[in-house]
């Protein structure tokens, strides 16, 4: 099992930056792929952005891509997600989920995942 923690959430102004944090924990969390979801009001969960705990490429929602990144840090056992000139559409509780399907193909779904935090708040301000 995989536990998951967010925070870093809150209001930020459009152009500014904003660090999301994922502390993780779990025994199967150095095999695991830790990704982050999205959900705006009245909208379906989406995909924003996925990272092997192992090492590997991260993968990006084109909607994101050049614009958020994720890192982890595994020595704290955390995974990030800076966003840099956040946009009033990145508005959404993010969530941090985990699962240990290694297609990268089918990180983008939200299904495939097993472990998920209990989101945090970001506002992007116009």
């Known amino acids: 099992q995989v536990q998951l923690v967010e925070s870093g959430g809150g209001l930020v102004q459009a152009g500014d930056s904003l660090r999301l944090s994922c502390a993780a924990s779990?025994?199967?969390?150095?095999?695991?792929?830790l990704g982050w979801f999205r959900q705006a009001p009245g909208k379906e969960r989406e995909f924003v952005a996925a990272?092997?705990?192992?090492?590997?490429?991260?993968y990006y929602a084109d909607s994101v891509k050049g614009r958020f990144t994720i890192s982890r840090d595994n020595a704290k056992s955390t995974v990030y997600l800076q966003m840099i000139s956040p946009r009033p559409e990145d508005t959404a509780v993010y969530y941090c989920?985990?699962?240990?399907?290694?297609?990268?193909?089918?990180?983008?779904?939200?299904?495939?995942?097993?472990?998920w935090g209990q989101g945090t708040q970001v506002t992007v301000s116009s």
């Open positions: 779990g025994r199967t969390l150095s095999r695991s792929i």
């Open positions: 990272i092997s705990w192992s090492g590997g490429s991260p």
């Open positions: 989920a985990a699962t240990t399907i290694t297609q990268v193909r089918l990180w983008a779904f939200d299904s495939q995942y097993d472990y």
